[in-house]
């Protein structure tokens, strides 16, 4: 795999244009926990399409997480359970994802559940615009079958991971270790970006 050094600006500003390519709606999953940045990537690239008119809309994967009573029922710190059910895929999928894809019904939610306080949101459904683009965050996002029209996936180590982690998270350094192994994300992805040094990433996949 060819890498392409780049700066953050370029990097948003690329990704912003590969995007913005497409004519029709669009649903692009940005492939990689927010500890390593990918919620701020996923920020700026939204901000420059909707500079340019285009509408985009930004979902994050941790608003759609299970109520703790589920997601912690086998164990607290369950590797299989983070993978296969800590988001509640099916409510992803349908309330966000397939409204706004090519032929959906447009009427969308972004957010399902406070991560924080455990709690559903009340939030209302939003009609979305012609040509809405959603850009989608979160970590290990070939788990949820989810059909996404293109996916970037940032790349770092294990060494990464465990500086950007708090104590509390470093459990879920061998998930992504079997995320790797089973999913194969880097290979799968149409766009890899080398993250480990956010000042400078580098680039490779289909931003040309």
Known sequence: MQFTPTTPDGL????????????????????????????????????????????????????WWRPASLRLEVGREEIDALLDSWIDAGALRREAIEPLAPGGSGRYLTRLRDPDTDRSLRDQRRDALPRTLLLLNGPFLATIGAPLDAVAHLQVSDATLSRRFPAERQWWIPAFDRYRADHRPAANADVVISYDHPSAPAVAGAVG
């Open 12 to 63: 948003a500003d690329q990704l912003a244009r590969w995007i913005g390519r497409r004519s029709d709606r669009a649903v692009i999953g940005f492939d990689g926990p927010d500890e390593i940045g990918t919620a701020a990537l996923a920020d700026a690239v939204a901000e420059r399409l909707e500079s340019t008119g285009r509408p985009t809309v930004r979902v994050s994967t941790r608003w």
